[in-house]
Nanobody, 118 residues
Framework: QVQLVESGGALVQPGGSLRLSCAAS????????MSWYRQAPGKERILVAF????????TYADSVKGRFTISKDNAKNTVYLQMNSLKPEDTAVYYC???????????WGQGTQVTVSS
């Protein structure tokens, strides 16, 4: 049974930091590219950060460059999103995504709420 379980979402003040985790099971994690998406109320889900299967390539949305860092631990079957200097506009539900390029197989987590507010 495939599972992606996000954790780490919380209410945080502007300027604060959070680290999101996404624990994967039920598939061969090391073969999958991983991404974090977010969806704010009334808005579309957008890509925030991407990391390739072996971790050699990372990309970020312009809005989070220099503040967010994605990392992947293939030994722990976990992907992380370190979020620093958080802003109110970062408020959203954050989703973990796994995709295998060669087959197109794609999985989603259930999401974790991040709220940035004073």
């Amino acid at each position: 049974q495939v599972q992606l379980v996000e954790s780490g979402g919380a209410l945080v003040q502007p300027g604060g930091s959070l680290r999101l985790s996404c624990a994967a099971s039920g598939f061969t994690f090391r073969f999958y590219d991983m991404s974090w998406y977010r969806q704010a109320p009334g808005k579309e889900r957008i890509l925030v950060a991407f990391i390739s299967s072996a971790g050699e390539i990372t990309t970020y949305a312009d809005s989070v460059k220099g503040r967010f860092t994605i990392s992947k631990d293939n030994a722990k079957n976990t992907v992380y999103l370190q979020m620093n200097s958080l802003k109110p506009e970062d408020t959203a539900v954050y989703y973990c995504n796994a995709r295998r390029r060669i087959t197109g197989s794609t999985y989603w987590g259930q999401g974790t709420q991040v709220t940035v507010s004073s």
